[in-house]
């Protein structure tokens, strides 16, 4: 699904019920739309939240957190750093929007042995991890789109030298990522470019 029919389906979704958005036969990525919130996320709309589960084989559904999707992506280009070029092109067509299983179709050639899931389940969740934000962010954001936060540590992670623990460590203190991997897409910054190429930030 493209990100506009996936976001239908978040918004559509009634309260207090939890569907099955994607299934590889192996993993099952859900939502559940709480008509309620936690005192931790009071400040939150209740129309925009939802949560997103993991279901691993015959496992109970688990809540991944970003941390899940990012080091996945770092394994991948760690192991193979040849492939950082084509795995910032697939991720970046899933931030503009295209359906992330379309996205993805140019790495299946790739055989990556390190990672925490299987690629589509990592795409299916980026996705899921962009809407989050840009429908969800309940306070004044630097970036707009909201989702520029998570998707500037994606580019960060799968381009950035650094190694596992320093990237964590900066993004574990709320620490945003680094102005190159997000200035060009941002609406409100000085430097945003709608017309940018595709990878800008390497260039």
Known sequence: MTYDEMRKIVLDLPFDTMTEVYNNGEQAILIYRPSTLSERFKNYDVKTNFQIFLKIGSDRPFRPNHLRLLIDLKLRTRELPQAKEELLIAFDK???????????????????????????????????????????????????????????????????????????????RNTPPAVKYTCKDNKIHPKYNPNAPLLWYIN
């Open 94 to 172: 899933i931030f503009y929007g295209e359906n992330p299983l379309d996205a993805i179709k140019p790495l299946t050639h790739i055989r990556f042995t390190q990672y925490i899931n299987p690629l589509d389940i990592t795409a299916i969740l980026a996705q899921l991890f962009i809407i989050e934000q840009n429908i969800g962010y309940g306070s004044r954001s630097t970036f707009d789109p909201p989702s520029l936060y998570i998707h500037g540590w994606i580019r960060t992670f799968i381009e950035s030298e650094q190694e596992i623990d320093q990237i964590v460590y900066r993004i574990c």
